[in-house]
Structure formats: C-alpha cells, structure tokens
C-alpha cells in the first residue's frame, strides 16, 4: 500500500485531499452563510430566468480557498515559494468580499464603486508585480506559440511591470464577467487549471506551481458539487476574483500569459462581449447581443443553463488542448 501511494504523482494526491475538504466543507459553510443570510442579489436587468435565484447563499468561494490555504501553507513547509500564489489569490479573494458583503448589507446590487474596486486591484496587482519582477526570473519572459519553451522573449522591466499588471486586472474582471450560470466558472477554471497543472510538470523549478494548481483545481471540484445546476450555493465575486488573480499569477510565474488566453478562451470572449455590446450601443444605440456577457445571449435564444456551461467547457477543453500543442 506504501509502496502504491508513493507511485502516485503527488499533484494528483493534493487534488483529491483538496476536493474532500471542499466538498466537507460545503456541508458546513453553506448553512453557516444562509444562517447570516448572505444571500445572493440578483442583478434587475438580468435574464428574467434568473430571478428564482435570488436568496441562494453567496460568497462561497471560501469552501474552495480553505483547502488552498489548509494545504498551501502545509506544502509551504517544504516550499515556501507558494505562499506568494496564495497571498494574491486571497487578496483579489478579500477585494471581492467587500464587494459581496457591501451588497449584502445594502441588500441590492451596488457594492464597491467601480473605482473602489479597481483601486482594489490595482493594489493587490500593484504589490504581486513588485513580488514577482524582484523574485520571480520567469515572470518577465514571454513563451510565445510555435517557438518553444526554450526560446522565450525577455520583457524589459519598463514593458514587463504594466503588461502584468494588465493581466492580473484584465482577468480577475474576466472571470468575474464569466461568473454568471451554475456551474459556469467553476468548470471552465478546472480545465484551464489542468493545463496549466500538465505545463508545469515538464520544468521541475515549478513543481509548487503545479501544486497550486491541483489543490486550487481539486477545491473548485469539490465546490462544483454545490454550484452544478440548480446552485445551492454561488462563489460570490470573493470566488471569481480570487479565481481570476490566481491563473493570471500562474501565467505570470510561467511566462504564458499568451496560452492562459488561449486555453481560457471563454474568459477572453465573454470580456470581449461586454466590450462591443458597451461600444457598439454608445456609438449606434443597437445591440450585437441579446444580452451581454456572452452566456446571457445564448439563454435568451433559448438555451438551458445545463447546455451554455456543457459547450463552454468543451470549448475550454479545446482551447487547453491547442494551447499545449502550439506551446510544445
């Protein structure tokens, strides 16, 4: 039995303990959160399907941050570097409960004003950059598609420190857009998270990167548990922005913000909808969508919840795939 578990890629064990103690963690988090009713608030000019919806608890992006923090810091032990992965992804974790606990409290949709909260992410962005520019060699190199791992390109400092903090700020707000069906977000993170977990495996100096990666993945699956269709419980922008900070940090480390644009192509297109619809309505008064982001367009041409997340994660899975053949 020993001798089996050593056989067992340790990622691969961190996913499944991270997954058990999201999925036992839910059973206590939940009723906790319905308890201080911190119930969801469904935004008035949403989809009119959606409108059932309103009271489901939120802010349960805590069931999965505790296993990434519980495992985190244990890994930590043997590899301190991870704590700064875990660091930013509970920052952007703490703008996003502000955000959720404000509209709580005022029991509507106006939480952080839009300055509030980039100023927010600014900070949390602003202090991972200095980290990762002053520590980190890779996160100034940029692997881009058909040269090769090898052959990167080495930013200079004056292009490197706002090109990170574009993409730390780009997809916290790109996951928080995609954060808007049962099941949606969740389950396109955990395929993006899986590349990102198989990437990592070929350069040893990653190794607490690929951990991460697991623990943080095998978290979300325990929470996709409770947030498949119908959701009992939503990640709240405390999810979603700890979510979108933590792939961003992953591809900063690595050097692939390019390929987490590529496999997390659904985040890119849903941000990308919301740009033209605001754009294209300002300049001519009409809409491209139905509705923006993207997943609303779909449901109001019919389509269930069930179907948007299934096709949007395909389309996930595919993208991760391209992403690893064009990177090696």
């Known amino acids: 039995m020993i001798n089996l578990l050593k056989a067992i890629p340790s990622q691969v064990i961190m996913y499944f303990i991270s997954f058990i103690i999201a999925v036992a963690a839910g059973k206590i988090v939940i009723p906790f959160l319905k308890k201080l009713k911190f119930n969801q608030i469904v935004r008035e000019e949403g989809p009119e399907s959606h409108k059932y919806k309103s009271g489901t608890a939120t802010m349960g992006g805590i069931i999965f941050l505790l296993p990434v923090v519980l495992l985190g810091i244990i890994y930590s032990i043997t590899d301190i570097r ?7 992804t509970l920052g952007f974790a703490f703008v996003g409960f502000l955000d959720d606990y404000l509209k709580i409290a005022r029991k509507n ?17 602003g202090i991972f950059t200095w980290y990762a520019m002053t520590y980190i060699t890779d996160a100034r190199t940029l692997i881009l598609p058909f040269l090769g791992y090898y052959k990167p390109i080495v930013m200079p400092l004056i292009l490197a420190v706002p090109f990170c903090l574009f993409v730390l700020i780009s997809f916290t707000n790109a996951v928080n857009l995609t954060d808007g069906l049962d099941g949606l977000a969740g389950s396109v993170t ?10 990592t495996m070929f350069n040893s100096q990653w190794d607490y990167i690929r951990i991460f990666c697991s623990i943080l993945a095998g978290g979300i699956l325990g929470f996709l548990v409770y947030n498949l269709h119908p959701a009992k419980v939503f990640m709240g922008d405390t999810g979603s922005l700890a ?12 050097g692939t913000p390019v390929f987490l644009g590529l496999a997390g192509i659904i985040f890119v297109t849903e941000t990308l909808s919301v740009m033209i619809q605001v754009i294209y309505f300002k300049k001519t008064g009409k809409r491209v969508f139905l509705m ?13 919840e069930i179907k948007v997340v299934s096709i949007f994660t395909i389309i996930t899975l595919l993208g991760s795939s391209l992403a690893f053949l064009v990177m090696r």
């Not at 839009?114 to 962005?125: A, D, H, N, T």
């Not at 923006?292 to 269930?304: C, D, I, V, Y």
């Open 82 to 88: 991870i704590l700064p992965l875990i660091l930013v």
């Open 109 to 125: 949709n106006k939480g952080l004003s839009p300055r509030q909260k980039m100023i927010g992410l600014i900070i949390v962005s």
């Open 190 to 199: 955990t395929i993006v998270l899986l590349f990102f977990t198989i990437v």
């Open 243 to 254: 979510i979108g900070g933590a792939l961003a940090a992953v591809a900063i480390f690595t």
């Open 292 to 304: 923006a982001p993207l997943h609303h367009h779909f449901e109001q041409k019919g389509w269930s």
